[in-house]
């Protein structure tokens, strides 16, 4: 299994950006679909962004434009840019991993906070 740690959350005003990190070890992410998921109080848990192992991605339309995910394999790490923040982006974030076509893998989350 893949070990997986969060960084970069935060409190950020609306509007503002928010850059957050997954740090692998234990497997190489070039095996891996990558996603960041988000889990806010009394919502269910959302995918918000998806990358393949080739590269491909997708978001959830509430992020789309805003958001960008994009990988390091020689850091073997995942990133998500988030820009144009809003006050119900506020969840914690979580960095998931899919050796096949589920993900099993998860970090432990990181807080992003977005004020109005």
């Known amino acids: 299994q893949v070990q997986l740690v969060e960084s970069g959350g935060g409190l950020v005003q609306a509007g503002g950006s928010l850059r957050l990190s997954c740090a692998a070890s234990?497997?190489?992410?070039?095996?891996?679909?990558m996603g960041w998921f988000r889990q806010a109080p009394a919502k269910e848990r959302e995918l918000v962004a998806q990358i393949t192992k080739s590269d491909s991605t997708s978001y959830a339309d509430s992020v789309k434009g805003r958001f960008t995910i994009s990988r390091d394999n020689a850091k073997n790490a995942v990133y998500l840019q988030m820009n144009s923040l809003k006050p119900e982006d506020t969840a914690v974030y979580i960095c998931?991993?899919?050796?096949?076509?589920?993900?099993?893998?998860w970090g432990q989350g990181t807080q992003v906070t977005v004020s109005s």
């Open positions: 234990g497997r190489t992410l070039r095996s891996y679909t």
């Open positions: 998931a991993g899919a050796i096949a076509l589920t993900y099993g893998d």
